[in-house]
């Protein structure tokens, strides 16, 4: 059987190092492809250079065509520009929606049939406006965010218990921004929720409570460390996570932003919500009863996803 074919829309930062990853993982064969002639090309060339000494088999090209990523079974796009320090991801949404455009079109022709991973921020907006300009099935297109934010809740959950990542989940729903809706009642050690170990004196609210701020600002404190860019190794390996459940039918469960009609009474919109990932895209949106408190933290992150979504439309009439 042929190996999978994994186009990376984008070959910068993220690229790169998705490119790294998925050849690690021997997931398939990796086509890099940018506007930038050269990158996509020379980095393709390194990675491959390091199979003798990482020994996987996968083939690696970088490429300035779009032909390129004909049959591509998943489609992961990180093209766009990064934020810099003083910047929200707001603020990269009109010249992030024009490249959208042009993904989008590149891969409704070339790769119809892929499953698609949007990391371009700001993302519910992106993944949104993405999935309008390909005009794919809304649950072959999905953004990826909630791993990213639940793996930075778990690791400083971690490092507050002083106990192994691998025990620790957490639950982060709603927009991949300020309005982020980290959910206490549904994170936990070994199986313990975070308030049943507040109330055993593990940690404090108050711990907690800058905890999940943290969180919320973990793209930000990234951001201001690097000065130049932001994350990636962390955003790459969210989403290789995800393109593994679906290239190997897992279905995990998985926070993503992902078409939500009807669940959490939403109509129609992208959104961060627990899903089933597998052989068939989104297979599953998990539409769990939120508390009061919750419910209105998930509000607001709706209303300011929407507010994204509407700006799009004014930007670009073919959206509205
Ligand atoms: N088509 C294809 N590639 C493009 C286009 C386009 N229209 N416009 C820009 N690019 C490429 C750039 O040439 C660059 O190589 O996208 C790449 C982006 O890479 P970086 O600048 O290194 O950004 P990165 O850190 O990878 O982040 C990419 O993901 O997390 C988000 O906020 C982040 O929106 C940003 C995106």
Same mark, same amino acid.
């Given at each position: 059987m042929a190996r999978p074919k994994i186009a990376l829309i984008g070959s910068g930062q993220i690229g790169g190092t998705l490119a790294h990853l998925a050849a690690i993982k021997e997931l398939g064969d990796v086509v890099l492809f940018d506007i930038a002639e050269g990158t996509p090309q020379g980095k393709a060339l390194d990675i491959a250079e390091s199979g003798p000494s990482e020994k996987f088999d996968a083939a690696l090209t970088g490429t300035?065509?779009? $032909?390129?990523? $004909? !049959? $591509?079974?998943v489609c992961i796009v990180t093209a766009g520009v990064p934020r810099k320090p003083g &910047?929200?991801?707001?603020? %990269?949404l009109g010249i992030n929606l024009k490249v959208m455009k042009s993904v989008g079109e590149g891969i409704a022709k070339h790769a119809p049939n892929a499953f698609v991973i949007c990391i371009t921020n700001p993302l519910d907006a992106m993944v949104w406006a993405l999935r309008e300009f390909s005009g794919l099935p809304h649950e072959k297109v999905v953004g990826m965010a909630g791993v990213l934010d639940s793996a930075r809740f778990r690791h400083f959950l971690s490092l507050e218990f002083d /106990?192994? &990542?691998?025990d620790v989940t957490a639950f982060v729903l709603g !927009?991949? !921004?300020?309005? &982020?809706v980290p959910l206490a009642r549904y994170s936990t050690v070994g199986g313990i929720p975070l308030p049943d170990l507040v109330k055993m004196g593990w940690t404090t609210q108050e711990k907690l409570d800058a905890i999940i701020q943290r969180t919320r600002d973990g793209g930000a404190e990234i951001v201001g460390l690097l000065k130049t860019g932001s994350a990636f190794y962390a955003p790459a390996t969210s989403a290789i996570e995800m393109a593994e459940a679906y290239l190997k039918d897992q279905k995990r469960l998985l926070p993503c932003a992902a078409w939500v009609?009807? $669940?959490? !009474? %939403?109509?129609g919109m992208y959104v961060g919500v627990p899903t089933v990932i597998g052989a068939g895209g /989104?297979?599953? /949106?998990?539409d769990i009863k939120l508390n009061k408190d919750e419910q209105a933290m998930f509000d607001k992150s709706v209303e300011s996803v929407q507010g994204l979504v509407s700006a799009c439309k004014e930007i670009d009439e073919t959206l509205a």
């Open positions: 300035n065509d779009y $032909a390129d990523i $004909a !049959g $591509a079974d &910047m929200s991801r707001d603020d %990269l /106990v192994s &990542m691998r !927009g991949h !921004g300020d309005t &982020m009609d009807g $669940a959490f !009474g %939403l109509k /989104v297979e599953r /949106v998990v």
